[in-house]
């Protein structure tokens, strides 16, 4: 059927006013819609709701400035005449380590009584910090958080063994801190996704490549040494086990020349810098050992041969828990309390 001319034009009068009236809908729906997010309060129990009796009064603002930054120091290089000699020969270790476990379980006076009773020269290796990147004394180079274990107590027991003139050693996680990668987000070690990775203890891994993780690394081991150690050994020196990381570089390259700048940077002719189970990387020239733990006594000369360590009495360190002299060929740390 034919529809008429006058009726083509009147229909399309209707649609064309029907749409404007539309569009003209949409944008009154959609002013409206701002107008009420003002509104809009996001609520645990209720969740979205609407409250009409906010204030709509604007307050007063701050004016934004840039969060503090965490200081650098240099990193320089000795070579030449002016060269510290870190290849100053090593002693061989028989001592004692006390754990961060030991800490918070026995009494600060217990842990004392034990130390005093050492003689002059006893290597004693003392836990320092915790995965989570709390540390046990009074450190100024931390953002520091509660720890559980009480830093005057800690710092009266490191002053006690500096006294006694007892060889300190300090040992703290190296890439591995939760609270410096909460602060500190482009030296850590990100997903694809682009946050960063986790571990199963809620801890955030440092990308040893950074600038920032390898800076805050060097301000530990130097306040460490500053406070009367005569060694640092860096727990988890490695990159975290895991598929889920994203890191173009060579990670046993990284390793290594990371591992080679904080012996050349923190190391002198008195003051040593090692790592425990260094497997992924090559050991560093200088004033540095191997730590190895978990080693049983009849497989500790296998774990010697396998340690590529050139003198294995002095610079392989065995940490142990019984007093089998199949141990003794080599560095041996014990726990304090089996001192007595």
């Known amino acids: 059927m034919k529809i008429p001319y006058r009726t083509r034009q009147l229909l399309k009068g209707i649609a064309i006013t029907l749409l404007i009236l539309a569009l003209i ?12 997010n003002r509104f809009v309060v996001y609520t645990r129990d209720e969740g979205v709701k609407l409250d009409f009796s906010l204030s709509q009064e604007v307050p007063e603002g701050e004016l934004a400035v840039e969060p503090e930054s965490v200081p650098t120091i240099g990193i320089y290089y000795n070579e030449g005449e002016d060269a510290i000699n870190t290849n100053h020969p090593l002693a061989q270790l028989n001592g004692y380590y006390i754990t961060q476990q030991v800490l918070e379980t026995e009494t600060i006076d217990t842990i004392r009584s034990q130390v005093e009773a050492l003689p002059k020269g006893t290597p004693v290796m003392l836990d320092v910090k915790s995965i989570k990147g709390s540390f046990f004394y009074d450190s100024a180079v931390s953002t520091q958080r509660n720890s559980a274990i009480d830093t005057e107590a800690m710092e009266q ?3 006690l063994m500096e006294e006694k003139g007892l060889y300190l050693i300090a040992r703290l996680p190296a890439l591995r801190d939760f609270y410096y990668g909460l602060d500190h987000v482009p030296d850590g070690l990100p997903t694809s996704e682009g946050y960063l990775w986790m571990d199963d203890a809620s801890c955030y891994w440092l990308n040893p490549a950074s600038e920032g993780a390898r800076s805050y690394l060097v301000q530990q081991i130097q306040e460490l040494r500053s406070k009367g150690f005569d060694e640092v050994v860096l727990t988890d020196f490695c990159f975290p086990v895991t598929d889920q990381i994203v890191f173009s570089g060579d990670k046993t390259q990284t390793l290594t020349e990371t591992a080679q700048l904080l012996v050349d940077t923190c190391c002198s002719d008195s003051f040593a810098l090692s790592f425990v189970k260094a497997a ?9 050992r191997v730590y190895l733990e978990g080693i049983e006594a009849s497989e500790a000369d296998q774990a010697a041969k396998d340690s590529g360590v050139a003198d294995t009495a002095v ?9 089998d002299t199949r141990y003794d060929a080599y560095s041996v740390l014990r726990p304090l309390a089996s001192a007595h």
Not at 25 to 36: C, R, S, T, Y
Not at 280 to 288: A, I, K, S, V
């Open 157 to 159: 027991l490191i002053s």
């Open 280 to 288: 992924d990387f090559t050991l560093p020239t200088g004033r540095t």
């Open 25 to 36: 809908g949409l944008v009154i729906w959609g002013l409206w819609i701002l107008w009420l």
């Open 315 to 323: 610079n392989l360190v065995f940490l142990a828990e019984s007093h």
